[in-house]
């Protein structure tokens, strides 16, 4: 997913996405244990997609923050 298209998410949706990222980059990791991994760059795009969303999140946590003081 573009940055672009993460920041139009909910809050919600975002932690929803961050959830199925990890579970499927769990998933990667254990195939890689065992061999059968085809595409191992695909750890590191989902790696990735996972910090841009964490990175939104704090972000949007930071302004709640700054608007409350």
Avoid: Y
């Avoid at 298209?5 to 998933?27: G, I, P």
Wanted: aromatic share 0%; net charge positive.
């Amino acid at each position: 997913m573009k940055i672009q298209e993460l920041r139009e998410l909910s809050v919600d949706e975002l932690n929803a996405r961050r959830r199925e990222l990890r579970q499927e980059m769990l998933n990667l990791r254990l195939q890689q244990q065992s061999g059968q991994l085809e595409n191992p760059s695909r750890l590191k795009l989902l790696r990735r997609e996972v910090a841009r969303i964490e990175t939104i999140v704090t972000d949007r946590a930071q302004a709640v923050a700054s608007k409350a003081a």
